[in-house]
Each structure stands twice: as structure tokens, then as C-alpha cells.
């Protein structure tokens, strides 16, 4: 009986969270939000060296074989962070290839994903809306045409994972003919997102695509929680920090019971949901029957703290705490694509009801 | 209750609506002037005919009305629905020119009254400085006298409207050996000169509605000072804050609250109509029970205007109640906007008054409610004042050590 | 131009808080809280004699023939100080005879209902829950069969009108044959409620009653709104001035910030309401169109506000607010009341959502 | 993460099941014995076995085992399912021993421990006095020496099981010429004396769960005292709190969500159950995504105290949070109650770790709910402990100078 993580599992999480403060301090991160395609070259890279393009990747692929919950520590270090790039999109490509591919699709897309040679992405949502397998809408095929909206570092991917009716999933590969990539004006500028288009674009249906699609979406829904999880605890230790720090009327403001009381609030919204996480990722490997269940649970509480924390952060921070030229606002707009990105609280919630 | 404005008052929209009809939109000639320039024009006329900056003595370019508040929401109501310029806004005619009549010395009234009245002169306000937010005891800018005037140096932020302003109305501190508020002093600065640095401070949303603004050097002649040397913080305190529009507060939020109706029909939950959902419709039914809470509570507050009572508690809670109720339209915004939550704002600023229409504007307003709080003091300022000047609660302790 | 009220309206709530203050302070409200019927017929008699009981019947009737506005400004007064009694349903069955019946029904009834020498109350819900005039379940007829519950005072009554089927209205007089009045375990104690069962009980139906019964509900939602409203504020005095009477760590804890800030933000709940219970008022004599949704979501906002209010006054209480012996809990056990009679908030807003 | 016990821990439970099995229920003559008694003849076989009163050396009546949390929750499962008596439950075994076996003489331990861990002996806890909810630097009950004894005079409050304890464990001010805490000492009382007069203290439920207790020239000997005279105040703060059970927290959070799930389908709404309402569906969700965390974090602690770690931050918030749990579980249900909302409780109590059945149930469940926070200190005080024990926040001002 071990409800916590292994030694091996506080290491990863030590070993991206140490990388992260020397390759990724928020100096970084502002950089990188500002910049014109959001994409750091030396970031990722340095990434992909640590071994995070192929974490869940079976070992026969090249990937280190590791678990969901492997995953999701890495991707709670990365939210903390607020790291910019594709991690996210990456991840999920290879692990639909990997839940979905015959023995020849994996054999050939994802030893370069787990290397990071190639970056993969994932087109889940189309122009109507609608996350969820059972919505998608792109009609499925040896060519696409249509739409979808909100691809994660597409103008940089080489391969994304497109969401079809039915709940397939087939695979564009960059420079197909007819492929458009445009970019969007995201509010998250640590994770940009794309419009793509089709327009007869060759693309190859994953061979057990249908079974794979609702791993992904837990994987997904699981990846944000733990993205937001992490998200949300720095929010409160930048917030403990402030009030530790800025003076009025001679003494430190966290010394008055108002703020003091707001952010044990703070705090007690967010620490109690680490095991929550924990569990929804370890369900994905280890318990199949609640995993689905679990995923959406876990993606609806944890974006809703994060989101409300976030704004519990730039409260605490006073004026500045709203201002571009602080790191507030980073944080807060990562909440609202957690909150946002694979389909809202409301829907997953209602997921969930399901099973009562 | 008479919720109607009675007959004689009608007579007076009436002539208000006979004066604008045959002075606004201006003609021949004037009409092709700037709009900037045909406000003055207008202005001028609208003063002359009693209608605007009608609490100003006409000595200092005023039109010397007796206070009556119906009057003055039936201008408000006509002048809108006419599209003509109404009485000029901003800090200048709120704050600075109410502290001129007051405690201005004459020449200061006869020199800015009237053209700020007029929207000719405009001002910003210097008070708060980066670490010195609502506890404005520990500001650092300071001014030293030299020869016949003061040379001040130092840092001012969260200054609306600085890049054209005319003018500065600033708090200095000018005592170094005083004690906090003691030391400091309510000067007037020319902002057209060399040494003014004024930087946009850009908000999350991507756009600056506010600067930082630098002194280096900055000078201003010996007698350009309001109240006496070191009582500035008085004379800022003492400022009788514009009659409040409550009116106007309360209808701003009503057109948010419609907005959000309209986003609800647009918006899709399952397929059909997010109005439709019974979870949002709750949501909408609770924020509705607020806004009309609200906006009744302005008529209330000018209704004891009318009859000079002291409209009591309710005037403290305006605020605090406005910014909570724009919270809950924003977050019931951001769950309607659903994929587009991911959206930017673009640069989107906070709109007076209107509802957003397209997501970027709702996102705006989304991030934007938590700036509006911040703008009108934090809303733990606003909960001190409403406990402690409204309730009669104890002041705190560690402020009260301080003053 | 006038949104407030008028020297008389002031007058009369000064002379009901007046005569509450000498004949029903806490103490006195205690004892009919504690005793066997909820009835005190001393102060009743009071009540009727300052014409509390016919406030809003026609002068021909013998009525004040005052507006609703001033019947809410009483229900406001009376639920400041938490009045026991049956105040709410006589007056609305005298609203509801005035509205729905027959001059001849009027003669007969109201003149005895506007000097109290009769007790009305009104019977508008069945068995299986359902307050609104189309939801009414019993047939109606010359004699009733069936059963109503939550009748207020019921065991007091002389007179009750009966909600029927089709959103009629029914007369049914004490001592009826088959007339069958229980008394139910209700919180509140100090309105108590009955259970009343009709067996072929001989009932009069109101000329125009389908036509009263909507100003009826109207009323009915108004005067809890009203009630709601004066018993929140008083809730709000009560913390206000425990905290600026009770010491801890040597100082009144209305000190603390962070009770401070919860009693701010209580006023803030309870004071910006007062215009939109005088709306809603004034709307039903003035404003026929806008009554209803007026109503509808006054009763709603008030009613969740007030037992909000009533929860935060027990917490600003601290222990001793949760006992039997202190006061808070009639106002808070009011509160429960006023929220669920005539049907729960989220039943109103959905009404309210009709006319977006 | 392994959420198995694993094969050693599994052989413990049928080694746990075999005991239960050939010791539970009490048979022959045993079997005719009162509950009461058939517990402590029971309780006695369980501790010589090693099952209960685990940390409690032998010399004082415990089975003395090495500390082992998850050996712990396998007995208490293992007695829960055969409906066993487990380790003497109150205030007696959770704070008074943990207290006696760290401050107390010798023969003090002797004559207390082994009938409390038993059963056979109860406490009550005097330490909340009116007027002194948290602050209990300020208490008022006095103890004079007077010859070789005590004389006790004041009032205690909030004293829950006084009526029926032998025995309470008491903070009086005996050395009155010291400063607050100073002067407090550590009694113990025997209750059943003439003098000690116990009143029920009913609860706005109608039940009865604490009391008030009057001390009229109370007398106990003069070593009747644990730790020195004024250390009283230090003695009670180094009590080890009894080894928290979150997970017995976080079943009794999780079994009063499935009480509301259960009263959702017996509910209507507009006729349908009201858990096919989506606005209800959507707040059940939310009160699942707390209860489920909550439900975690004490699998979380039980691994910490397992690992011989501390559970950090998340230990301090269990009150808090469950608390938090519960309001928003009351509030859910007294809307599905509908009518039934203005029913009486009907004097039901608090029920331990169940989910109410009927609408009194949940009546007092809704009123409940704001006495949890009560019984333990209320919100604002768990606030501070957070913020300044679990975030390191400075300490306010007012608490620290009458410190």
C-alpha cells in the first residue's frame, strides 16, 4: 500500500523541475511568450535530451516506457514552470500512436517521436466544436477536407493526429498536399495554437484508431490536470511570496487577516487535488474500469481551481498583478486554455454523471 | 413611489430637446470642424444655455445652476439620445476642479476652472507610486524648493490618461522631516516639459488605459501649490468626489447583463441554445436578481438626491457591489465563450458602459473585471471603508498604528 | 420622480416597528416560539388593531384599501423582528377573496378578515409539491377531497382559500364536515404549518378565481421577498453589533479584518435588495406587465440572500450561534421558510427566464 | 503508487479475521452480559492480542505494538466489518492519555491509562469557557489551594459527554497574580461530586450534544494536577494530538455524497428525479471533484504516516476542508428537499460517518454543517493556522501583542 510516488518518480519530477529552473526561469518564459511563434528550439531540445519526446513510448519504440502518471508529474513540473512549448500536443501524438497504430505505424512514426527527431501534434476539435470522439465530425478517409481548430504547435509539427468521425484517428503528415496551417491568436502564448485546413490531404487512418481514441482523451483530460495542478500551486506560492515580501502600512501584507485568510482559501482549493491527479493517472494503467471516470473528474475540478486561483493571484498582486509586464498574467491565461482546451468543466462533469 | 418625472420636469426635457435640436449636430461651417473642436463650440453654448457645468460659478466659466439631480439626469438622458457632448469627463472636472473650489487660491480658478469645465484643459492625477498603493503615507516622490520654484524627482503610476494630459495634479513629498502624512503636498505640474517621462503600462489584456510616468527634474513655479505646504494629503482628502451617477453606474451594468443574454442565445451547449440550459439559466437568473438589485438601488440614490437626503450605506456599497456583479457576468461569460475562452483579446480595452459583441471583447471583459477592482481600490479597501465607515466596526489595528 | 417612500409609507413602518419593539422584542418572541401553538392572541389583537389585518382590503370592504407596497413594508417590519403569527396567510387570503371574488363573497367575508374577527389563510400546495396556480392539483367543486400541506396557522383559521385544479380558488370555512387540520413538525416556529385534509368538505368557489389566482402567487412571492428582506438586515445588525461587543485577544473582534470583511460583504448581500422589493411592490399596482417576473425574481434573490445571510450570522455568532438558546436561530429557521414557501428560488428564476 | 495492502499485510488481516471470528460476539453466559460490559470484557482479549490500545505501553494496560498506521486500518476495517468494539473512542483516549503518558507522574499513569484505553473510565474536556472561545488566555475559572486540595469556581462550556464522564481534564486559573497564560494550570476532576452541576446545551437541531458545566466549590486533591502549577496552558499544547484518521475522514465526506446522490434520485424536479436536472448534475459534480480529492489526500496521508513522513500542508487542512465539503453537500440538499425544507430536524443529532436518510436527517445535516465548524474551532481560526503554520505567513498583529 503506497498511495505516493516512487523514488524513481520524485527523481523525474526533480530532475525536470532542476532542468526548469536553470533552462526555464520566468526570464525564459517571458521571452518565449513574446516571441513571434512561441517555439524555443534549445528549450524542447533540452527537453527531448532529458528523454520527455518518449516517456510513455513503449521501450520497443525507443520510449522509456514509463507510465501515465510518469507523464502526468512530468507535465505538473512543466505547468508550474508555465513552460512554453509543445510538450502537450507531442505527447498525446505519440501516445495515440501508440495505443492505435498496427506494429508498422509504430515502428514508423514513433521511434522519432520519442527521439524528438519528428514533433507530433493532434487536431481534435473542428470548426463546429466538440472534443469528444463522438462529436468529431471530419469525415474520415485516405484524403481529408475540412477543418479543425485549436492545433497545438502546428506550424512547427511534423506529423499531427487528426480526430474523424466515428472516433478515428488518421495521420497528416507535414508538407501533405493540401494542408494549410495558420496560425491563431491564441490567449495562451506559452502554448500557440493553429488553425489547420485540409483539402484532400493524404492522411493514413491509425489501424485500431477507434479503440485508441478514448485513451487519448483521458490522457488529455489527465495532462491538464496536471498541467493546471501545477499551475495552480505555483500560483499560490507566488502569491505566499508576495505577501511575504511587499510592505504597507509598515508591515507585510500577509500579516492582515484579509489576504492571510484568502490565500489559506487559496491553498486549501488547491493542495487537497494532488491525489485526485495522481489517481486519475494511475486508473489510466492500472484500474481501466474507473480511469474514464476519473480523467473527466479530475479535468473538471483542477482547471476550475486553476482558473479561480489564477484569479485569486492577480487579486493578491494588487494592480500590478494585472499588468503585461507581470508573470501573473502567464499563469492566469495557461488557466484558461487548461480550462478550455479538450471541451470545458460543464461537459466532463456531465461525463461523469453518468456513472452515479 | 412615483417613478414618473412629473410634468414640470417633462417641460424642462422639453426644453432641453428644443435647445439641442436647434444647436447639435453644428452647421454650415462648424460642421466641418474637428469633433474635438466642435465639443468646445458646442460646450460653450451648452454652458451659456444653463445645461452643462452647472454646479461651476459662473465666474469661474460655469453656468451657476441650483443643484437639482432630475435636471441633471434629464440633460444626461437628452444630450445622450442627441449624441452631443455632454459635460466634459474625466479626472480633471472630478477631482481636481472640485479641490480648486475649494481650496484653490483665486487666480488658480480663474486660470483652470473654466477651460477644464470646458474640456479644453485636461489633467491627470499623480498619487499612487509603485509600493505605495492605497497606503499613500509612504510615497517618495519629493519636490524641493529652489529659488521660486519646486524641482521634483520621483515615480507616479496608474496615471490615466498622462500621455495627453495638459497637467498633473500630484501628491509630493515636500517636508522630509515630516512625519508621513505630514510631509506632503498637493502640487500642480505642467506635464508639456523635458524630464516628464510617460511610459503606457500595458495590461494583460494587451492594452495601456494606464502609464508610469517619470519626474526627472521636473519643475513648477512656487505658487502652483494647492493648500499649504505639507497639508496635501488633506487637500486630497477633502476633495468632494463628483456627485456620483449612480444612474449611470447601474445602467452599465444592466447593458453587460443584456449582453450576456445575447451571448447565451448565441452560444451553443449541447447542440442547442446555451439559454436553453437549465444550469445556465439558473446562473443567468442569479446574476439577474443582482443587476436589478443594483440598478434599482441607482434610483434610489438619486431619489434622495432629488430630496437631499443622505442616500446612507448604499452610496459606500456601489462599488464593491458593481465590480462582484461584473465577476459573475464574466465567469458566466467565459464558460458560454467555450473554445473561444482559448482566445485573445487582441488588445481589446475595458468598454464604458456597453456590452462586448464578438469573443475577443467578452475575454476582454473577462480579464478586465479583475482590473476594474483594482482601479477603484483593491476590493479589501473597499470592505474596510464599507465595515469601517459604513458599519462602524473598529479600524484595524495595525493601520490605525500607522497613521 | 420619487423611488422611495412616501411620509406616510415612513409613518406606518415606524408605527409597527414602534408597537414591535414594546410588544415583540427577541424575549417575547421567544416565548411563542417555545409554546404549544405559535399563536399569541394578545399580540395578534394588537396587530389588528393598528389594521394590520385588512391593510390592503377595499374602504368598502373595510379595509385600508392601502397598495401592496405598504403591505410589503409591513412584511419587511415584521420580518426584522422575526413576529410570529399569522400575518402572511390572512393577508393573503384577503387579497385573494378581493381579487377573485364575487361582490357578494366580498360583503361576506372581507369586512370580518379586515377587522380580524375572522383568521384567513390560504392552502396552495398538495401532497405532491407544485405552488404555482398550474400546477394545482385538487378538484375542485362544490365539496373538496384530498389533501394540502403547509397551510399556514391552519388550527387557527376561520376561513381558508383552497388552490384548485385549473388555478381556481375555493373557500372553505372552519368547522366544515370532513375538514381535517393536523399540525405539522415545521422549523420555522414561529409560522407554524399545517396539514389539512378535505373529505367531501363543502367549499365555495371565488367568482373570478382563475383570474386572482396569478395576483395571488404574485403577492404571495412579494410579501416572503419583503419578509426576507427585513429579517437579512436584521441578521446583518445582529453580527454587527455582536462584533462590536464581543472581545477576544483583548480587542472587539469586529477589529479582525477578516470578520470584518465577512460582515462588509453580508451588507453588501442585503442593503442594494431594498429597491427590488419596493419594484416588485409597486409593480404589482402600477406596473401589471412587469409584476410577475418583478416578483418572481425578488422572491428568488431575497430568499437565498436571507438564508445566506442567516448562515453567515450563525458562523459571525461564533458557537453560541449555533445554540437554541440564542436568538439567531429564529431568524435563520425563518429564513429556511421564507426560501422554500411558494416554491424554491430555482422554481422563480426559471419563471423569470421566461420573459428574456 | 500500489494500492494493494500486499501479501504480508493481507496474512495480518486473517490473523486480524481468525481473532474476530473466535472472540466476536461474546457467547454463552458473555452473551448475556449489557453492551457495556461485553465491550470491556472484549477490549480486554483484543489487547492482549495486540489489536487494540496499540501504542499504549504494557505497564499501563496497552498491548504496546510498534507503531504501524497501515496494521492500524487494517484492525479498524476488520473490527468495522464483524461490528467489533475498536479502541475506546473520546476525548478521554484522544487527548487525556496522549497527555498523562507525556507529562504525567507516574502513579498518575498507573491509575488513569489502562481503564481509559478500556473504556471503563471517561473524560470530559473543560476548556472553553463563555466569553473565551479561542482565546483561552482569557479564562475565568479559578482553583485556590486550600489545605491539601483544590477549590474550583466558574463555568465551563461546549463540554461535550460531561453528563455521563467520570472524570474531566480541566484548564483553571490558580495563580492569579500571573500574566494570561501564566497563571493557568492542568486539573483533573472527579465529576461525580457534590458542586458540579451539568446542563445540557441544546443545539438550534434540538439535540443536545454539549454541555455546560458549573463549578461550585469543586473540590480535588492537591496532585491532582499534570505538570507544575501555571505550566497548565504549555500542558495542554503538548498534547500529541491521537493519530488522525483521515481516512475515516474521507469515508464519512464520501458516504454523505452518496446520501445526496441518493436523495437526487428520490427528488423531483419539474416531475423528473432531480438528479436528471443539469443544473443539479452540475453541482453534484462539483461536490464530487472536492470529495473525491478529499478522499485521496487521506490515501495520501495514511502513505505519508506509513512512510514515517510528515503529510505536510495537507494535514493542516483536512478540518478546513471537509468542512467546506459538507457546507456545499448541506446546501445541495436543502435545495432538493423542496418543500420539505421547512420541516422541523426533529431532534436528530449529527450522525458519525452516515448520510442522513429522511428530510429531518438532512435538516440537521444542513444546520449541522455550520456547527462542524463550531465544534472544532471555527473557520477563520483554521484560516490562521493555515496561513500561518502551513504558508509561513507572518502572524497578525493583534493575536501576537497579547501574546
Known amino acids: 500500500m503506497d498511495f505516493g510516488l516512487t523514488e524513481e518518480q520524485q527523481l523525474l519530477q526533480q530532475t525536470v523541475a532542476g532542468f526548469l529552473e536553470n533552462e526555464c526561469p520566468p526570464v525564459r518564459v517571458r521571452e518565449i511568450f513574446e516571441s513571434e511563434d512561441g517555439f524555443d528550439e534549445t528549450l524542447w531540445k533540452g527537453m527531448l535530451e532529458l528523454g520527455l519526446g518518449g516517456l510513455a513510448i513503449p521501450e520497443e519504440y525507443g520510449g522509456a516506457g514509463l507510465e501515465i502518471l510518469d507523464l502526468a508529474l512530468v507535465a505538473e513540473t512543466l505547468g508550474a514552470a508555465a513552460t512554453p512549448g509543445p510538450f502537450l500536443g507531442h505527447a498525446l501524438a505519440g501516445l495515440a500512436i501508440a495505443a492505435g497504430g498496427s506494429d508498422a505505424q509504430k515502428q514508423r512514426w514513433l521511434p522519432a517521436l520519442a527521439t524528438g527527431d519528428r514533433l507530433g501534434s493532434v487536431a481534435l476539435v473542428g470548426e463546429d466544436g466538440g472534443w469528444l470522439p463522438e462529436e468529431w465530425s471530419l469525415a474520415p478517409g485516405a484524403a481529408l477536407t475540412g477543418k479543425q481548430r485549436f492545433v497545438p504547435f502546428a506550424h512547427q509539427a511534423d506529423l499531427i493526429v487528426v480526430g474523424t468521425a466515428g472516433g478515428g484517428l488518421s495521420v497528416v503528415e507535414r508538407g501533405a498536399p493540401g494542408l494549410e496551417v495558420s496560425a491563431y491568436p491564441g490567449v495562451d502564448r506559452t502554448r500557440r495554437v493553429c488553425e489547420v485546413g485540409f483539402s484532400s490531404t493524404p492522411a493514413e487512418a491509425l489501424e485500431s484508431g477507434a479503440g485508441a481514441a478514448d485513451r487519448l482523451r483521458d490522457a488529455g483530460l489527465v495532462l491538464l490536470a496536471a498541467d493546471a495542478l501545477g499551475g495552480a500551486s505555483r500560483c499560490v506560492e507566488m502569491s505566499v511570496e508576495y505577501a511575504k515580501t511587499r510592505e504597507q502600512f509598515g508591515v507585510k501584507i500577509g500579516s492582515f487577516q484579509a489576504l492571510k485568510h484568502q490565500l489559506a482559501d487559496m491553498a486549501v482549493e488547491v493542495e487537497p487535488c494532488r491525489g485526485l491527479v495522481w489517481y486519475a493517472a494511475h486508473a489510466m494503467d492500472h484500474v481501466p474500469e474507473e480511469a474514464a471516470h476519473a480523467a473527466a473528474v479530475a479535468k473538471a475540478h483542477l482547471t476550475d481551481r486553476f482558473m479561480q486561483v489564477g484569479r485569486d493571484t492577480v487579486e493578491a498582486h494588487g494592480g500590478i498583478g494585472f499588468t503585461w509586464e507581470s508573470d501573473v498574467q502567464v499563469w492566469f491565461k495557461r488557466a484558461m486554455f487548461d480550462r478550455a482546451f479538450l471541451g470545458q468543466p460543464a461537459v466532463h462533469r456531465e461525463r461523469a454523471a453518468a456513472d452515479w | ?354 456590452a462586448p459583441k464578438g469573443a475577443p471583447g467578452w475575454l476582454s471583459q473577462y480579464m478586465s473585471s479583475l482590473g476594474v477592482a483594482i482601479a477603484g481600490g483593491t476590493a479589501n479597501i473597499q470592505r474596510n471603508v464599507i465595515g469601517e465607515r459604513g458599519l462602524g466596526l473598529p479600524r484595524d489595528m495595525a493601520v490605525q498604528r500607522s497613521k
Open chain 2, 1 to 354: 413611489m412615483d417613478l414618473s418625472y412629473g410634468a414640470e420636469y417633462e417641460q424642462y426635457r422639453g426644453e432641453v430637446a428644443a435647445f439641442l435640436k436647434a444647436n447639435w449636430p453644428l452647421e454650415g461651417d462648424e460642421a466641418g470642424l474637428s469633433h474635438a473642436e466642435q465639443a468646445l463650440v458646442f460646450r460653450k453654448r451648452a454652458i451659456e444655455a444653463g445645461f452643462l457645468a452647472r454646479s461651476i460659478p459662473k465666474a469661474y466659466g460655469g453656468s451657476e445652476q441650483p443643484a437639482d439631480a432630475l435636471r441633471g439626469q434629464i440633460i444626461r438622458e437628452e444630450f445622450g439620445k442627441a449624441h452631443a457632448p455632454g459635460d466634459a469627463r474625466g479626472i480633471g472636472t472630478m477631482m481636481l476642479v472640485p479641490t480648486l473650489l475649494d481650496r484653490g487660491e483665486e487666480w488658480q480658478k480663474q486660470k483652470w476652472v473654466g477651460p477644464t469645465v470646458l474640456g479644453e484643459t485636461t489633467w491627470c492625477q499623480g498619487y499612487s507610486e509603485p509600493g505605495s498603493g492605497s497606503d499613500l503615507a509612504s510615497l517618495k516622490t519629493r519636490g524641493e524648493l529652489v529659488g521660486d520654484g519646486w524641482v521634483i524627482n520621483g515615480q507616479k503610476i496608474w496615471t490615466s490618461g498622462a500621455h495627453r494630459a495638459d497637467y498633473m495634479f500630484c501628491l509630493v513629498r515636500t517636508e522630509p522631516e515630516a512625519q508621513k502624512h505630514a510631509g506632503i503636498s498637493y502640487l500642480l505640474i505642467d506635464m508639456k516639459q523635458p524630464g516628464i517621462d510617460v511610459r503606457p503600462l500595458k495590461m494583460m489584456t494587451g492594452t495601456s488605459e494606464f502609464n508610469e510616468v517619470f519626474l526627472n527634474d521636473v519643475k513648477t513655479p512656487k505658487d502652483w501649490i494647492v493648500g499649504k505646504r505639507g497639508e496635501g494629503w488633506l487637500v486630497s482628502r477633502t476633495t468632494l468626489k463628483h456627485e456620483r451617477n449612480s444612474i449611470g453606474d447601474a445602467s452599465a451594468t444592466e447593458a453587460l447583463f443584456k449582453g450576456l443574454l445575447d451571448l447565451a442565445r448565441r452560444s451553443k451547449r449541447g447542440g442547442q441554445p446555451a439559454i436553453e440550459d437549465p444550469a445556465v439559466r439558473q446562473r443567468l437568473g442569479e446574476i439577474e436578481g443582482y443587476m436589478l438589485s443594483h440598478k434599482y438601488s441607482g434610483y434610489r440614490q438619486l431619489s434622495a438626491q432629488l430630496k437631499g437626503e443622505n442616500p446612507g450605506l448604499i452610496a459606500t456599497m456601489n462599488k464593491l457591489n458593481s465590480t462582484n456583479i461584473a465577476h459573475r457576468i464574466a465567469k458566466l461569460a467565459l464558460d458560454l465563450l467555450g473554445d473561444d475562452g482559448m482566445l485573445d483579446p487582441q488588445g481589446q480595452g475595458a468598454l464604458m458602459g456597453m
